[in-house]
């Protein structure tokens, strides 16, 4: 019970119940009442009663107790059902006019009693009450009248009799209405009584041309004049006369029930309603029902009122207003935090939540996201997107996937131990590997991660770290790439390096190695791989890979790439100039493939040094960041077509090899080093070395063994028929003046001293 109780208080019903209550605890709820109630009177106005008349003295230009008094009897004379004298007494001027008035009242006998007003507002003591002169009065009844206000000082209730030096008057209305006493110890005003519409005759043309005869018969007259008190606030209207709060509270009484509900009723019926409509899953009905329990709070006071029971809407309807424009505020931060196709959270979402402690975030991006896309109806993208993530979460076992821009999938698994975590991941990979099935589409897609493991860190920074990484898995065709965080201190270094490679380039902190490539059938070295080389003054030797990397995030691999190709040629021709044929290799970065001018640079470069293309061998890896790949395709095959030779750079470590191969005319194959490393442990390795030799052979392709470290691989892979080898054990790569000294050296040798 307490339980349920707290959970409430939390709610969104709860907290808009609490905020509007408080504001009813500090009287702001009264304005909404006071705004209420005026747009309620508006528009249930109605006439006054046409069974009172009042009959105002206000037109004497000299009034006289005389003519009181001859007015009085000008009055009973068209026999009304009863008289109310609230005008002013003016005794003591006339004496003959005094006796004569107070005769005159004395003639009504029950029939008439006099009106005494409080002089100011909410005000209920003896002091406000200025009882007329007991002369005129004689035995006749007194009433009073003083209402309760509002702050704006508007009419609300008045009280059914007044108690004054111990005696108990009643107020004007009840005795209007012949209503003396009512279920509680105040009444309210029917505030759709008109004000304005209240029948009113000139007292001194009733005197002098007997008004319309009858008029006054069986109606209840009020005798009146302007100033016996303060003007009132009324609904609806500007100050009026009391009398008209007075007329409207006889309104009231002659109903059966005159009852005040408060605003409690209405409030927990409100409140009731909401919290059931809030339960309904059903979107499209909810609205509807809300815009109906708003429209009823706002007609069922109104509606009651007309039968005498007063429920105030303001406290409901602030609680309303509160409730709305919170569900308002959590839809708009909702909407912001999902995908609006997927309806996928987003990675906003993610980011803005405190992540759990001992948790990975993990973000897979979906290679040629956008291409898949292209080729779907749009209708169709949400439902590209949620089953990529539902494959996702089957996977990782992650009940929320969320999902960024452009492909990315991010979700937080428990931190295990780094091996198991990626071995993790591989399996999750494997999951895809079966092609995705939208609509009558099927898509063969792969998937890369970004790992961060950095806990400690804030959300927004561990999820793009994640990000960034997985963009670079991406990138480099990697499936998994983690995120360290002493790479957040490199990034102000990436961001000026291109003026860092310019820099580097000029100095000569930037410079080339040569690695030798072997010849097994001509048994004499026939060639190189040119290798960057970067010997920063502070940080020491970088690895190309590192700044390779970096040089293509940051969109600054052409500079490098036309520098090596410019440095590569001068070499090339060079050792071409005194000797046999000299093969040269140079390395072109995947994001440099698809370029669309990458082709014409190329065949300037050629052109203006006076280089036979076929002395160059072009090595590209096989990657699936290569983003526009029948560009790329296009690029390789015209640069074959020159002239130039074409190298698959680490075949066996990409994905789609085979299928690379089917695609692209090549000239060689390089196997990787990470098979050729193990081709004497391992017999797998050794199958796919001796399958993939004598698969090139067949399509008429040459093989480079790279990474040959020890004499055994040398010669088992001279053995398997590869036809190139390149590694530590026949040379490191070295500066061009070292590279040529040692091969001069081997010429002269007439071989390889191996
Ligand atoms: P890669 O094209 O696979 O280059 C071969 C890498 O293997 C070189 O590393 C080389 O030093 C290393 N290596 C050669 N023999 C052995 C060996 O017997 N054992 C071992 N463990 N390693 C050996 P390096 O120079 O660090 O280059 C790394 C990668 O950087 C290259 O891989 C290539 O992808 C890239 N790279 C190097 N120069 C360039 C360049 O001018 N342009 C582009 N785009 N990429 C380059
Ligand atoms: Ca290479
Ligand atoms: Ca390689």
Redesign the pocket.
């Given at each position: 019970m307490r339980r349920s109780m707290r959970h409430f208080l939390r709610s969104t019903i709860g907290i808009s119940l609490l905020i509007s209550l408080t504001l009813w605890a500090a009287g702001l709820s009264d304005a909404v009442g006071h705004m209420y109630w005026n747009v309620v009177a508006k528009w249930t106005r109605r006439p006054a009663p046409e069974s009172v008349i009042l009959v105002s003295v206000d037109d004497f230009a000299d009034l006289q107790t005389r003519d009181e008094a001859n007015l009085l009897t000008q009055i009973r004379k068209q026999m009304p059902r009863n008289v109310f004298f609230d005008a002013r007494i003016p005794v003591g001027i006339n004496g003959t006019g005094d006796a004569e008035l107070a005769r005159a009242v004395s003639s009504f006998g029950k029939d008439i009693a006099f009106v005494v007003r409080a002089q100011k507002p909410d005000r209920f003591d003896a002091s406000m009450f200025k009882f007329p002169s007991k002369t005129i009065v004689g035995n006749a009844p007194i009433v009073l009248s003083a209402w309760n206000s509002n702050f704006l000082y508007t009419v609300e209730s008045a009280p059914y009799f007044i108690e004054l030096n111990g005696r108990k008057y009643p107020t004007f209305s009840t005795a209007l209405a012949g209503q003396y006493a009512g279920a509680q110890s105040v009444y309210y005003p029917d505030i759709s009584v008109g004000s304005d519409s209240i029948i009113k005759i000139s007292g001194r043309s009733l005197l002098e041309r007997g008004a319309a005869l009858g008029i006054l018969t069986g109606r209840t007259v009020v005798v009146t004049s302007s100033g016996q008190a303060p003007l009132v606030g009324y609904f609806g209207t500007e100050m009026v006369q009391p009398i008209a709060a007075d007329i409207a509270g006889a309104e009231a009484l002659r109903k059966p029930i005159s009852m005040n509900l408060t605003f409690l009723p209405l409030l927990a019926l409100v409140v009731g309603a909401i919290s059931a409509v809030s339960r309904i899953g059903r979107q499209r009905v909810k609205l509807p029902l809300y815009a109906a329990i708003v429209v009823a709070t706002w007609c069922v006071p109104a509606i009651l009122r007309k039968f005498g029971f007063v429920a105030y809407p303001d406290v409901p309807l602030l609680m309303l207003a509160i409730y709305g424009s919170i569900r308002l505020w959590q839809k708009r931060t909702r909407r912001i935090q999902h995908t609006s196709l997927s309806g996928l959270p987003n990675l906003v979402a993610l980011s803005s939540q405190p992540l759990p402690v001992g948790r990975d975030v993990i973000v897979a991006v979906v290679a040629r996201y956008e291409e898949m896309l292209a080729t779907l109806p749009r209708d169709l993208h949400g439902e590209c997107a949620r089953q990529i993530a539902r494959r996702l979460s089957v996977g990782s076992g992650a009940n929320d996937i969320y999902h960024g821009e452009g492909g990315h999938f991010a979700w937080t698994e428990e931190a295990r131990p780094l091996e198991m975590q990626l071995n993790h991941l591989e399996g999750l990979r494997a999951l895809f590997s079966a092609p995705l099935q939208i609509g009558t589409h099927t898509f063969d897609t792969n998937i890369h991660f970004g790992l961060d493991r950095n806990e400690g860190l804030d959300a927004v920074t561990r999820v793009n770290s994640a990000l960034a990484s997985a963009n670079e898995a991406l990138g480099n065709g990697r499936s998994i790439e983690l995120f360290e965080s002493h790479r957040l201190a490199e990034a102000p270094w990436e961001l000026s390096l291109h003026a860092r490679i310019e820099e580097g380039l000029r100095n000569g902190e930037i410079w080339?190695?040569f690695?030798l490539q072997f010849d097994f059938a001509e048994n004499r070295v026939s060639g190189a791989?040119?290798?960057?080389?970067w010997n920063h003054p502070t940080r020491g030797p970088i690895?190309?890979?590192a700044f390779?990397l970096q040089a293509e995030r940051a969109g600054r691999?052409d500079t490098?790439?036309y520098w090596?190709l410019e440095e590569a040629i001068t070499a090339a021709l060079a050792l071409n100039a005194t000797g046999p044929r000299f093969q040269m290799s140079?390395?072109?970065?995947a994001q440099?493939v698809d370029k669309a001018d990458l082709v014409t640079n190329f065949a300037e470069i050629v052109r203006r040094r006076g280089i036979d293309p076929s002395l160059l061998t072009v090595?590209v890896?096989e990657t699936s960041s290569v983003r526009n790949r029948p560009a790329a395709c296009h690029n390789l095959t015209q640069l074959r077509a020159m002239g130039f030779r074409l190298s698959i750079?680490?075949f066996g470590t990409g994905e789609a090899s085979l299928a690379y191969l089917a695609d692209l005319p090549s000239d060689e194959l390089?196997l990787d080093?990470r098979f050729v490393?193990r081709l004497l442990t391992s017999d797998r390795d050794r199958a796919i070395i001796t399958n993939t030799i004598a698969l090139a052979h067949d399509l008429g392709q040459s093989v480079v063994a790279?990474?040959?470290?020890d004499a055994a691989t040398f010669s088992m892979l001279r053995e398997l028929g590869c036809d190139h080898a390149?590694?530590?054990?026949l040379g490191?790569?070295q500066p061009f003046a070292v590279f040529v000294q040692e091969y001069e050296e081997s010429r002269r040798r007439g071989m390889m001293a191996v």
């Open positions: 080339l190695a690695q791989e040119a290798l960057i080389r690895a190309p890979d390779i691999i490098l790439t090596v140079i390395n072109l970065s440099m090595e890896t750079d680490d390089k080093r490393s790279e990474g040959i470290e390149q590694g530590y054990y490191r790569p």
